[in-house]
């Protein structure tokens, strides 16, 4: 890595929160407990398609400690959805429930075993439709309606850049693919949770496990028909979220509606079971892939038409659909693309948003195609990408924007770790990523700002960043308080940050897209810039120096050329404020998205104003005779930018990296008619400390001229190649091509079998 | 007692419950806990027989020692010591994620020894020794696991930390030199979501290089 003459930026920093984390003292929204606190549940429907004839609440609501129960009837009957122009979810089911989990109704009680009982209680007379849950036997014209409309495509994109079949026609080999994956759970240790308080007349406040605060008052606004300045959400810790926290729930406004009929703060956390059926997964795919090559490599056409099992609402349906099609050649450049992507609804739990949104699934096509083709033509896949790769300056098909990349840099140093023969069992696989740096658009057609800090200089030294940024782990408040140490030449001790409240802080979008350090952190390094500018025009008269000859750094104002000559940072606050007649030292800093709007029924436009580009070896063992995987290493190279903490971004990638390989090799929802048949740990299995690989991490930093101090996306991206990765392993050990995920033994055996046929 | 619950289940829709299964364990701890203790309330109990209602339960008056401190509760039998360390006594350091064993979120020490406080009814907790993670740090000072854990940055969300720090501790304890592979088999109890795994290692490992300069394990 480069040596920068930076203080804090660059350096291994402990996240700002580490004690309170190590100590149990962290709050989280799941430890909220007030005066007087009720604890809420909810019914879910038991059948995957069904009118609702009637609903008797009547039993539940006597029993003894039952504060209130509600049905749609006490809602607005607002339909909501991530998407604001494809909203289809009611908070509870009006006329008919869509999956095994569809909110009915909605108790308050004195306790949570109370509430749990009253579920038991109430009545609902259902009548069973017909469900469909193959998304190729949904998209049928012929198949059971499960929204109103003509068919259950939920979101159909498609389009093309150049002609492909010509691509086709040009190339010197064509290789036809079909590849499936599965459906997956964030598993988040933390439950999805909110406690909502309800003070009359007319406010509420609501504590939330969430990605954005802001992003949950808009839509809490608009489904309870409440102004959003009525409305405080605040964020405490979030115990992890991966992207399964994005979105508004139908507990959030349950909870809400049930502490405003009983006049008490209702708590409602999610059961694991909950989490895992009525919370949301990641899009399983089915994707036919053709891609048209010269004899060198060079990629001539790419065409994939994809069908995203959706499940039973649209959720950010719309967004992943756009974003298989987005990123279908990036990190490469193909000269013709055709993109067909259909989201369709199903009566199975809710797919959306989950780290990599969409990309992981289309990359683990493309790449083991790519490998396939590669060892077809004899060619080593890495030169294959070197051949393809995007560069700094390029402009893709689709109008993406590459102001920074070191992805050949990163292929060079992977192709330097890649070692020589394997002995038998044993095989090296190659894949590469690109993501991005948060969206450059208003992908959610509202008005709000995009990314804001305020920072307010103390006298004691200190200053205090005030920012909406909800950071849920990824440790994103650690890199904005490095950012204002750095600018203001303090220590990250020094930063008192208030978060994630929408009473007190700014707007911000929230933790989505791996946006934070890229956009809050440039809105952040500009309020801490206009504050260091108060303080040097302050410090620069009673010097009697030009500001220009003055540096903030270690705790100090001083002259440059005469480090003995200055002030504390904290006497420079006074002074400031002093010349000021005692006005506050504030900064205020925004980050505004792009002009360049994406148009998702083109495909055309910039998706982010930086891309992360990522090359991964993987290195396993396999027992030939059980079909067993062991992914013994992982190497990366990660072009994140400029790492601005390399201590949290190793952990990001060693992150992606576990999760990547659960979900390579045996993470999958079992669901049959509809029900999930392994909600819980023992039978979804998650990668624990026996299993993951040893991770060697290499950074690349291509300083994006855009990002805060060159900054990219880190960590997010970097699961989309851990999974190929290990797919073209496997292959590479055994020879054996397995097309859908996980790539369990009993697939590999079979594979195996099939080789040997 | 057996009757009332029998009738109680035909009323259950569902399939058992997990408040049923565990009150059917809590009936046997009751029976061990009124012969040790003899407290019981079986009289007061059908004195207010449950209607279309939660059954009354019947509170046993408890002291259970937590980081050194006798605390006072009243539990039911059936109540584990996860939700009475979190709601009654709001020990909140102490998390519930899976609520069945499967995660470690809520591991504790019970005399030393690393246990699922949501697979410990509370009352088999009397008498012993019960460690939480606010016991772990003596004032403002952390104990050598968690600055070892804040060092070695080995963890992102945290909501795993306070179980993994207990095991941690619950195997330092045990083997105050253990080796990378005893760790992971130590700590393959404890899921970590967001994969610090290979960073909590590394943690053990300094913790124990810290605990043996420093005398030893007395956390």
Sequence with gaps: MKHHNYSIIGHRQPAVDAASKATGQAQYTVDIQLPGMLWGKILRSKYPHARILNIDTSKAEKLAGIKAVITHKDTLGKKFGFVRNTADQYPLAVDKVRYIGDEIAAVAAVAEDVAEEALALIRVDYEVLPAVFDPLEAIDPEAPLIHDGQNNISARLAWEFGNVEEGFGESDFVRQDTFYTQPVNHCPLEPHACVASFEPPDHLTVWASTQGVFYLRNQLSRTLDMPISNIRVIRPQVGGAFGGKIELFPFNVCAAILSQKTGKPVKIVCTREEVFTATRCRHPMIIHLKTGVKKDGALVAVQARIILDGGAYNSTGPVATYLAGAFLCLPLKARNIKYEGFRVYTNKPVCGAQRGHAVPQIRFAIESQLDIIAETLGLDPIELHLKNAVQTGDVTLNKQVITSCGFSECLEKIKAQRSPALPEGKGIGFATCAFVSGATYHLFFTTEAFANAIIQANEDGTVSLITGVADIGQGSDTVLAMITAEELGIGVKDIKLITADTDLTPYDWGSGSSRVTYQAGNATKMAAAQVKKLLLEAVSHELDVYPEELVARDGRIFVRDRPEKGISFAEAVSLAQKSTGGEPIIGQGEFQPQEAKVNLQSGEGNTSPAYSFGAQLAQVEIDKELGKVKVTKMVVAHDCGLAINPMAIEGQIEGSIAMGHGQALYEELIQEKGQTLNADFINYRLPTARDVPEVETMLVESVDPGGPYGAKESGEGIIVSTIPAIANAISNATGGRIHSLPLTPEKLLKALEQKTK | ?219
């Design chain 2, 1 to 219: 007692m057996k009757e009332k619950e029998g009738n109680k289940k035909g009323k259950q829709l569902s399939s058992v419950s997990r408040r049923e299964f565990i009150k059917g364990l809590g009936a046997g701890a009751l029976g061990t806990a009124a012969l040790s203790g003899g407290i019981i309330a079986l009289k007061e109990a059908e004195a207010h027989p449950a209607e279309e209602s939660l059954e009354e339960g019947i509170k046993i008056p408890l002291r259970l020692k937590i980081n050194g401190i006798r605390y006072k509760v009243e539990v039911e039998p059936r109540y584990t010591l996860v939700d009475v360390i979190r709601d009654q006594l709001q020990l909140t350091g102490t998390k519930k994620a899976c609520d069945r064993g499967e995660c470690g979120a809520c591991t504790v020490l019970l005399d030393g020894k690393p246990v699922y406080s949501c697979m410990t009814l509370a009352i088999t907790a009397a008498g012993r020794d019960i460690m939480t993670i606010e016991g772990l740090a003596s004032g403002e000072e952390l104990h050598p696991i968690q600055q070892a854990f804040l060092e070695n940055d080995a963890f992102q969300c945290g909501f795993c930390t306070s179980g993994q720090i207990m095991a941690v501790n619950g195997l330092l304890k045990q083997n105050l030199n253990p080796s990378r592979e005893e760790a992971r088999n130590a700590l393959a109890g404890n899921i970590c979501r967001c994969g610090t795994y290979t960073r909590i290692l590394e943690a053990t490992l300094d913790a124990s290089q810290r605990l043996r300069k420093g005398g030893g394990n007395r956390g």
